[in-house]
Each structure stands twice: as C-alpha cells, then as structure tokens.
C-alpha cells in the first residue's frame, strides 16, 4: 500500500505563513516527481509545485515568490513553505507524484482569512 499523509494546514491570517508536510510510506521520488495539488470550493484540482529528485522545482504563477517547495529524500518526506498567504490560497492542500500513482491521502485543510 503506498500512502501519503499530509499535515500542517490551519488556519492563517492574510499576509501569514504556513509549512505542509507530505510524508510517504515508501521511497519519495518512486513514482517521478513529486507534486503539491490544492483543491478550492467549486474549483478543479490545481498543481501549486513541483520537485524532482534532482532538486529541480517548478510553481504555478499565483505563488511564485512565496511558496518553496522541498524535500528530505531520508524522511520520505516533501516540504511546502508557504509565505505571505492570500485569501484566494485557501484550499484542501494534496501531495502526490506528477504521474499521481501514490493513492491520494486526505489532504491538509489551508484557510487564509482575517
């Protein structure tokens, strides 16, 4: 069974920070690179932010400049620093692998609002 399980949402003020956690129950990069998803009210699944076992990162505009991406190849573990939040940040935070074979975890509920 290959499962994720994400925390370290919460609820945050605009202009706030937050740091996800995506553990893995196997190696991380098994599947190819790994990805953080996010998910809003009415709204499809988005990709936030890319790395690839190389350290090579990639993000969606929107968080340029205020989202890092990482990951702890020993903890099997990826990393979202997430800086400066907005309210339209607000979303159901997921990880998985850019060809997303691991099974989808729940996720990690993220609330920007004053």
């Known amino acids: 069974q290959v499962q994720l399980v994400e925390s370290g949402g919460g609820l945050v003020q605009p202009g706030g920070s937050l740091r996800l956690s995506c553990a893995a129950s196997?190696?991380?990069?098994?599947?190819?690179?790994m990805v953080w998803y996010r998910q809003a009210p009415g709204k499809q699944r988005e990709l936030v932010a890319t790395?690839?076992?190389?350290?090579?990162?990639n993000y969606v505009d929107s968080v340029k400049g205020r989202f890092t991406i990482s990951s702890h190849n020993a903890k099997n573990t990826v990393y979202l620093q997430m800086n400066s939040l907005k309210p339209e940040d607000t979303a159901v935070y997921y990880c998985n692998s850019i060809t997303t074979k691991w099974d989808w975890g729940q996720g990690t509920q993220v609330t920007v609002s004053s």
């Open positions: 790395v690839t076992s190389g350290g090579s990162t």
């Open positions: 196997g190696s991380i990069f098994r599947f190819g690179a």
